[in-house]
């Protein structure tokens, strides 16, 4: 059973336009929510996160949306551009997770094209 | 480098054999995280050290596998008689203080293939 679920294997966005990463959980224990962001042959890398507490953060040209009443978390890219092409991996942590340890599950990833 | 490193990149390994994966996290990191990363699909959490105690260790999927981290930096994962379904990406992360909001920097990752 998977507790953060990315129903979409891949997108296609023309250069410029928005991309929209979507991003479903099922554990109401979680209460931080990261997006990743990997290149073929390298490791994750963080790009942004955002606590329960909110349902908005923003930085630079990306943007995570928190609906928790819908477990539903979303990341928007405006304008894309050919470099944001990779792999996007969600995430979510649970704070108080008993073993003192605030591992990562993570979703499939979706493919991201931004196509020139 | 200042990054989280791993090594060897890459292991082909004989069904039965024993392996061990190396991690160097960054500099005066005091959490460390080891996943397996199966083809296609996410990153699986295995095992988490504190500096040098191992306070969680849910993830590991069978006795084969252990971790160490005995002076709370450079840590191994050993996976004992390999068999097939091993085959995956190891990933080690590292972050700052043991925080939930403390960002986990990832290694490149270890391939595995047990043939």
């Known amino acids: 059973d998977q507790q953060v679920k990315q129903n979409s294997p891949s997108l296609s966005v023309q250069e410029g336009r928005i991309s929209i990463l979507n991003c479903d959980y099922t554990n109401s224990m979680f209460d931080y929510f990261l997006w990743y962001k990997k290149y073929p042959a390298e490791g994750p890398t963080f790009l942004i996160s955002?606590?329960?507490?909110?349902d908005k953060n923003e930085d630079g040209r990306f943007t995570v949306f928190l609906n928790k009443s819908a477990k539903h978390l979303s990341l928007h890219i405006v304008p894309s551009q050919p470099g944001d092409s990779a792999v996007y991996f969600c995430a979510a942590s649970a704070r108080h997770s008993g073993a003192g340890s605030y591992q990562l599950t993570f979703g499939k990833g979706t493919k991201l094209s931004v196509i020139p | 480098g200042a990054g989280v490193s791993q090594s060897p990149r890459y292991k082909v390994a004989k069904r039965g054999q024993d392996v061990a994966l190396r991690c160097d996290p960054i500099s005066g990191h005091v959490s460390l995280f080891w996943y397996q990363q199966a083809l296609g699909q996410g990153p699986e959490f295995l095992t988490y050290?504190?500096?040098?105690?191992?306070?969680?260790k849910s993830g590991l999927p069978s006795d084969r596998f252990f971790a160490e981290r005995p002076e709370g930096s450079v840590s191994t994962l050993k996976i004992q008689r390999t068999q097939q379904e091993d085959s995956a990406v190891y990933l080690c992360?590292?972050?700052?203080?043991?925080?939930?909001?403390?960002?986990?920097?990832f290694g490149p990752g270890t391939r595995l293939l047990v043939l």
């Open positions: 955002i606590s329960s507490i909110k």
């Open positions: 050290f504190q500096n040098e105690a191992q306070l969680d």
């Open positions: 992360a590292s972050s700052l203080s043991p925080g939930p909001q403390s960002t986990q920097y």
